[in-house]
């Protein structure tokens, strides 16, 4: 089964303009499968493999000057140090405008310190996302049961994430340089699977795990920086009302959260109370992994005031808002476009948009639209 890669063009584009270009994204999100469609003349060295990791960690500047033409070092996140020495190669060979190295990385630079201050202002960077409906064949049904990852698409979700997730927390944070209880981990990231799209309580997660807010924070940190959770900020405006501070939190692949809450199937994913939440983080996931390719610099936020006034999600593209509220089933209520319509007002935006599963696009009001979810890779709001 093939993928059709819709961020093939903005990495060669990367590669075109910096010296190495970072592809950041979870682990078998499939970096490497992207990397080498994108550039089949490159060289490649897998980090993780022991030989070769041996030699990188002995003296990285050595294996590094040795390499010729464009070369994809798959998980770089496992030496560090090849940061650090990436540094002086790149600013030695400045003239060279070509691209010569392509980092593959499963964690956030967070994680990473040697991304962040190393190669600052040297890199390119792109964030590989799961596959969005747009990118596969499959009904949009399936893809939001089983999620974005290539592999889980293939066979069994639930097969694949439960060794997967396994992986991820016993091995991967450790190899990153972290002690983290796997266990609480476990359990943190299911609690937040109940949760989904919850205003973050670290006080509220702590008291029912038994542990510190500080523990709380300092694991939702890691579970953000391998690429399973998504903090989405509010969005402030000085208007008088009071809002709504903290983030929302969702498990950024309904896979995953279909997994850990117990989900098979369709039948049961339309029974299931998280129903809702899902079909809302599923949307917001595949709008913002649309708009980062369409527009690399949009920000994206929620907007909620104390009385409830709200919006799932807004796009800041420059000076231009955008407005969307995310409905599980019909999006052609009158009732939800005059609330998004007085959203607009507070917030300066242009247009509103009422994403449904289904029905037809209607404009609701002057500035607010019901529309459909659609595949279509040009369909944006």
Not at 78 to 84: D, G, K, L
Not at 86 to 99: E, K, M, S
Request: charged content about 25%; glycine content about 8%; proline content about 6%.
């Amino acid at each position: 089964m093939e993928w059709n890669r819709h961020s093939v063009e903005r990495l060669r584009k990367l590669a075109g303009q910096f010296p190495a270009v970072v592809v950041l994204g979870a682990r078998q999100v499939g970096k490497t499968t992207l990397a080498k469609f994108a550039f089949p003349e490159a060289g490649y060295r897998d980090l993780e493999a022991p030989l070769v990791r041996q030699r990188f960690l002995t003296d990285p500047s050595h294996e590094l000057g040795r390499l010729e033409g464009l070369t994809i070092l798959d998980e770089a996140q496992s030496v560090p140090e090849v940061f650090s020495a990436l540094r002086g190669i790149i600013d030695a060979r400045r003239q060279d405008r070509r691209c010569h190295f392509c980092l593959l990385g499963s964690a956030q630079p967070a994680l990473v310190r040697g991304i962040s201050e190393s190669l600052a202002g040297r890199v390119g960077v792109l964030e590989l996302d799961p596959l969005t409906p747009a990118e596969t064949s499959l009904p949009a049904e399936q893809h939001w049961l089983a999620g974005g990852f290539p592999e889980a698409l293939r066979g069994d979700f639930r097969e694949w994430w439960e060794p997967y997730l396994s992986t991820v927390l016993q091995r991967d944070l450790f190899a990153y340089g972290f002690r983290p209880d796997p266990h609480f981990l476990r359990r943190l990231i299911t609690m937040l699977a109940v949760q989904q799209g919850a205003l973050l309580n670290l006080s509220a997660l702590g008291n029912s795990l038994g542990v510190s807010y500080h523990t709380v924070q300092h694991g939702i940190d890691l579970l953000e920086g391998v690429f399973l959770l998504r903090r989405l900020p509010p969005y402030f405006r000085n208007i008088g009302k009071r809002l709504v501070k903290s983030p929302r939190v969702y498990l950024r692949d309904t896979g995953l959260l279909h997994h850990l809450s117990n989900i098979d199937d369709p039948a049961t994913l339309d029974a299931h109370p998280i129903r809702g939440a899902s079909w809302e983080g599923w949307v917001i996931e595949d709008l913002i992994r649309r708009e980062k390719l369409a527009r690399p610099f949009t920000r994206f936020s929620f907007w909620r005031t104390s009385s409830g006034q709200e919006a799932d999600l807004i796009m800041e593209r420059g000076g231009d808002l955008v407005a969307i509220e995310i409905k599980a089933n019909s999006a052609e209520n009158p009732h939800d476009a005059r609330k998004l319509e007085n959203t607009l007002d507070d917030i300066g935006a242009s247009s509103g948009w009422v994403v449904g599963m289904g029905g037809e696009n209607t404009q609701l009001t002057r500035r607010v639209r019901s529309i459909s979810l659609d595949p279509n890779p040009t369909w944006l709001p």
